[in-house]
């Protein structure tokens, strides 16, 4: 096994981690109140929990942090607030949907993580002591349920009201 380009693959997604954490946290006090608000109230914890695999991951690799990648995803974060969003001050519609997509852009990420690690786990018994099935099962429902809130706030952001769009901002039922 290639340990060097596992360390800067397993860092990339730790910074990853942190990016996401810090985005969904943003995104959940924006939307208090709300459904967007309480599913990512949850998942906040879950990816809490994602982020201490991994690091449990990188531990029983015996694979270093590298701070400045962390380091550059929290300032990038911050960064990313940044960007226009079709009102001058505070939150819009549009916010909405662009934190959803990176919520969803990054469960992809952290899917394709966990899928990658069980097939390492097959020839690397360090890994063996991971539930990766269970977190590819998890990682796949987050998929769902964020893709779903973002079609609605899609709904919100971009039809008139009267359009005929309905926006109910609920999450998905498990196993849908």
């Not at 990038?76 to 949907?97: A, F, H």
Request: aromatic share 6%; charged share 30%; glycine share 10%.
């Amino acid at each position: 096994m290639n340990v060097a380009l596992l360390g800067i693959y397993l860092n990339d997604h730790l910074a990853g981690s942190i990016l996401g954490l810090e985005l969904a946290r943003r995104a959940r006090s924006e939307n208090a109140g709300n459904a967007v608000g309480e599913y990512l109230d949850m998942l906040i914890g879950e990816l809490r929990e994602d982020r201490a695999t991994l690091l449990g991951v990188m531990s029983a690799l015996e694979l270093r942090r590298d701070p400045v990648k962390q380091s550059a995803a929290w300032v990038g974060e911050k960064l990313g607030r940044l960007k226009l969003n079709g009102r001058w001050t505070g939150y819009s519609p549009l916010s909405r949907v662009v934190e959803l997509e990176g919520l969803c852009l990054g469960t992809e990420g952290r899917l394709s993580l966990w899928r990658t690690l069980r097939r390492l786990a097959r020839k690397d018994e360090r890994l063996g002591r991971f539930d990766f099935a269970t977190l590819i099962t998890r990682a796949e429902h987050q998929r769902r349920t964020l893709e779903r809130l973002r079609q609605q706030s899609l709904d919100e952001a971009f039809f008139e009201p009267g359009e005929g769009a309905v926006l109910r901002l609920t999450p998905s039922p498990p196993g849908n």
